[in-house]
């Protein structure tokens, strides 16, 4: 098996493009971003919000609209927040428009509380 690997990187397929290139280098920034799996998201959101008007029938996935085996990059946010805390003692619906906050919203509540950090966040969607 060595030998084949030694062979391989030896005879390289990028030969022919000689020792010396002309190009411009590539434009990129390093970011720290936080991974979770949504029904993990999910777990926790239903366990701190469990008094929302209609969090059991809360689902990421249906939020994100999404379809399998994706990822989702997420930047939480909290817009409304008396209308959010009103919602989370259990006070009615989240707005006239929907029954519950956003994924984003729900995060940025989270990021309020100290439970989870601020930044990028990747949503990982496998069922």
Known sequence: MRKTIKKILKESDF???????DYDPLNYREKCVYYVNSYDLEYLIKQVFKYGVGIDRYEVISDL???NDTTHEITPILYNKEEFLDW????????????????????????????IPDGEWMIRVSW
């Open 15 to 21: 030969d022919w493009m000689g020792e010396t290139l």
């Open 65 to 67: 609209e999404s379809s």
């Open 88 to 115: 989370a003692r259990g006070e009615g619906r989240y707005t006239k428009y929907s029954k519950t906050p956003s994924l984003r919203e729900f995060m940025g509540a989270l990021v309020r509380m100290g439970i």
